[in-house]
């Protein structure tokens, strides 16, 4: 069966750090937390300075995004946390860039790692005719387009995998590694083209929204082991009608439906409470938590014509003419018009 290849959209707002404190993943890992301001950056023209290094004086910020981005790479391959996947950008991979588009695109290579495999032809399973080992990757070439307007405080990256494999998260968390260097966390939201929720979600509504309260209110007295007045903690919103082609056009879809809650349940506490929302598609009844619904959002397949022919692998040319494309949309779906700079 072939690879079918689809694509990621995020959309990225950013707040300026003010501080930091260091802490631990669950596994053991020491982690730097982030404390920003309140509010998201109003646009990118201080941000995109700073990408600007002393090896790339006089250049397009763009251009010194991307050498700076490959740069930090070092030739070598960066794991997640959980050393599964693996990630890197080279010299010798495709890329480029526009100052007057304000993009950068390319290919960066990824895959599995942290684990030894038996390598086999696949008309002989007797024979083994290499052996990956744990410090081994292997990888595939995968493509990326990022979109950083100076005149805009939203910003996009599209990344490229396959249905069934792929490295999106740990490039989008490279990608947040470097703009924490520069002082700013990404917030981000996961978009699709307007016309694919259309073709795909136009049948689909909200029915019912379920507002867990967490948030237990003890005024410096110790807690009971149980209450039945926090069982009972619970806002039911229900008989709506919310289609999920209007939920999903908002691009802070997450933010206007909270919200939305505030208005009705003055105990919401977003930060705190948990959201449920219980939607009706194609005749069956789905249960998301906010907390994840874009999960609801159908992948965003792409066709075979974006291959290079007689193989799997994506066709730099061919996937940088049609992310233009589908930036041109998104870009719409923002309202975004250019400023005179």
């Known amino acids: 069966m072939a690879y079918t290849l689809k694509l990621d959209i995020f959309s990225f707002q950013l707040k300026k750090i003010t501080s930091s404190t260091i802490g631990w993943n669950k596994n053991d890992k020491e982690v730097i937390r982030y404390h920003t301001e309140k509010e998201f950056v109003s646009s990118f023209d201080k941000v995109v300075k700073s990408f600007i290094s002393e090896d790339t004086l006089g250049k397009p910020y763009m251009e010194a995004f991307l050498y700076n981005f490959m740069k930090g790479f070092n030739a070598s391959f960066v794991t997640n946390d959980e050393n599964t996947k693996a990630i890197s950008i080279t010299e010798d991979l495709q890329r480029g860039f526009s100052s007057q588009k304000f993009t950068a695109w390319g290919m960066y290579k990824g895959g599995t790692t942290g684990i030894s495999r038996d390598v086999y032809k696949n008309n002989n399973a007797n024979d083994i005719t290499g052996k990956l080992l744990e410090d081994n990757v292997a990888s595939l070439c995968f493509f990326y387009k990022l979109w950083i307007p100076q005149d805009s405080n939203i910003g996009f990256v599209m990344l490229q995998s396959y249905?069934?494999?792929?490295?999106?998260?740990?490039?989008?968390?490279?990608?947040?590694?470097?703009?924490?260097?520069?002082?700013?966390?990404?917030?981000?939201?996961?978009?699709?083209?307007?016309?694919?929720?259309?073709?795909?979600?136009?049948?689909?509504?909200?029915?019912?929204?379920?507002?867990?309260?967490?948030?237990?209110?003890?005024?410096?007295?110790?807690?009971?082991?149980?209450?039945?007045?926090?069982?009972?903690?619970?806002?039911?919103?229900?008989?709506l009608n919310i289609p999920l082609q209007v939920f999903f056009s908002e691009l802070d879809f997450k933010q206007k439906l909270q919200q939305s809650i505030q208005v009705v349940d003055m105990n919401y506490a977003p930060d705190e409470d948990n959201v449920q929302l219980i939607y009706e598609h194609d005749g069956r009844t789905v249960h998301a938590r906010l907390a994840n619904v874009e999960d609801i959002l159908p992948a965003f397949i792409l066709n075979d014509e974006l291959k290079i022919q007689g193989t799997q692998i994506p066709d730099f040319e061919a996937m940088n003419s049609f992310t233009d494309g589908i930036l041109e949309e998104i870009k719409k779906k923002i309202g975004y018009t250019p400023k005179s700079l």
Do not use: M
């Not at 978009?191 to 259309?198: E, N």
């Not at 005024?219 to 009971?224: A, V, Y």
């Open 163 to 239: 249905t069934s494999t792929g490295c999106t998260a740990l490039f989008k968390e490279r990608f947040e590694k470097y703009v924490e260097n520069c002082g700013y966390k990404v917030f981000w939201t996961k978009i699709i083209p307007d016309s694919y929720v259309k073709q795909f979600l136009s049948n689909g509504f909200i029915k019912e929204i379920r507002v867990q309260h967490v948030k237990k209110e003890t005024n410096g007295l110790q807690s009971p082991t149980f209450s039945l007045k926090d069982a009972k903690n619970v806002t039911i919103l229900n008989k």
